[in-house]
Structures are given as structure tokens and as C-alpha cells.
């Protein structure tokens, strides 16, 4: 099974709450290597995380990262955005692309950029971050986004178990950051999150439901359309 001890990791979108408790979690289970990455990396006091610029909607600054760390053995991918509003017919054009590249396309070329590397360790780990939105669609375009990246997260799980990297998608509703700030209602712990996550890395599991509100909502996907979305029967 894959494990973090001895592990160098990167984490995409580092300085906020869920990418600051990966970097911990990470530390914490035994990494020798957090690279910390953002747009403007901030400083970290643990000479073990190394702070990398990376703007991962620019393919250039993904390049310039699998450069400066070519010893990635577990990637992170959890940098996203939120868009403006939920509601797809008061989004502009401009809006709908740039979710759909920050939090979809962006992503996968992230990962297919690091799969070299990923690949060159006898064992190695992508997590990549869904959200519940990719299966309940509350969200617009953010959940579309969501949906894709769960749809090319199962596709890349294919295609790079069978090179020795292990892929987890992680489903979550709320949690306690500064992007949720907005919401009511339950909200996980960035540290319960990041737990939770590495537990699946280091057990062999390929999927986390986070919370009750992502296994409540996954439990109806098979059910009729109007079980999930009963403001359809009004």
C-alpha cells in the first residue's frame, strides 16, 4: 500500500485551509518533502516544505513545477475556484471558461504533466479534489466542473494504475474555510479532511466520502432524477 512516510508531496493551492492542512497531514504522517504551490507562495516555518510557484491555468508555470520538483512521489490536486453565482443563465462566457479551467481542465494537465514523475516511483499516489457537487448540481457551472474532474479522475485512474500510481478522488460537502464562509450548515475540519484522505491513501482505497451529506447524496444517484432534485415535482 502506498504510504507517506518517505513521501515527497505536492499540494496545489497550499496557502488556504484544506491545502495548509495537507501540508501538515503530510508532515505529520512522515513526508521529508511538502512543496507547497500557489499562484504567490507564502512562507512556511518547517524547513521541510519547500514553497513553489505555480499557476496551474498556465501550462508554462505547470513545466517550470515538474522542473523544480522532479521527486514528486504523491500529487495533491486541490487548487480551485469558485464562480461568481450558481446559477448558469446569469453567467458570463468569460465565467463559464474560467471555472471550467481552473477547476477541470487545469487539474488534468497538471496531472498529466507530473504523471513522468509520479510514475518513475515503484509506488505513487494523485489525489484529486471533487466536491458532493459533482454529484449534486446545486452548484452551476462549479458543479459541472466538479462533474468533469470526477469523470477524468476515473479515466486517469485507469490509465495509471497499471504504471503503479494510485488515484483518489475525494468527495466533500462543506468545509470550515474562508470559501464556505458564505454557507450554513455542517462544515468539516480542514485537519478531519486531510485525515480522512490520507487514511484512503494509506489503506489502498480509491474514493472518500467525507461527510454524511456526500453518502446521503451518492446513495441517491440511482434513484429517479426527481428523488435527488424533488423541487422538479412542484
Known amino acids: 500500500m502506498p504510504t507517506l512516510t518517505g513521501a515527497v508531496v505536492l499540494v496545489t493551492g497550499a496557502n488556504g485551509g484544506i491545502g495548509s492542512a495537507f501540508v501538515a497531514e503530510a508532515l505529520a504522517r512522515g513526508a521529508v518533502k511538502v512543496y507547497a ?6 512562507r ?9 510557484a505555480l ?3 498556465d501550462p508554462a508555470s505547470i513545466a517550470a513545477a515538474v522542473e523544480n520538483a522532479p521527486d514528486v512521489s504523491v500529487l495533491i490536486n486541490n487548487a480551485g475556484m469558485l464562480p461568481p453565482t450558481a446559477n448558469f ?8 471558461r474560467a471555472t471550467m479551467e481552473t477547476n477541470f481542465i487545469a487539474p488534468v494537465l497538471v496531472a498529466t504533466a507530473f504523471a513522468p514523475v509520479l510514475t518513475a ?5 494523485l489525489v484529486d479534489m471533487h466536491s458532493v457537487a459533482s454529484w449534486y448540481a446545486f452548484g452551476g457551472v462549479y458543479s459541472a ?10 479515466s486517469l485512474r ?11 478522488g475525494v468527495h466533500v460537502g462543506y468545509v470550515d474555510t474562508a470559501m464556505a464562509a458564505h454557507a450554513d450548515g455542517p462544515k468539516l475540519a480542514p485537519a478531519d479532511l486531510a485525515g ?18 456526500t453518502a446521503s447524496v451518492k446513495s441517491a444517484l440511482s434513484a429517479p432524477v426527481e428523488a435527488l432534485y424533488p423541487e422538479l415535482k412542484g
Open 121 to 125: 516511483h515503484p509506488e505513487s499516489v
Open 89 to 96: 443563465l446569469e453567467l458570463s462566457a468569460d465565467d463559464l
Open 196 to 213: 480522512q484522505v490520507f487514511d484512503a491513501v494509506e489503506s489502498g482505497s480509491y474514493e472518500v466520502i467525507a461527510d454524511e451529506l
Open 158 to 168: 485507469l490509465e495509471l494504475a497499471r504504471m503503479g500510481t494510485h488515484v483518489v
Open 55 to 57: 499557476d496551474i491555468t
Open 44 to 52: 512556511w516555518e518547517d524547513d521541510r516544505v519547500v514553497p513553489l
Open 145 to 154: 466542473s466538479k462533474a468533469a474532474l470526477w469523470s477524468a479522475t476515473n
Open 37 to 42: 504551490t500557489a499562484r504567490t507562495p507564502r
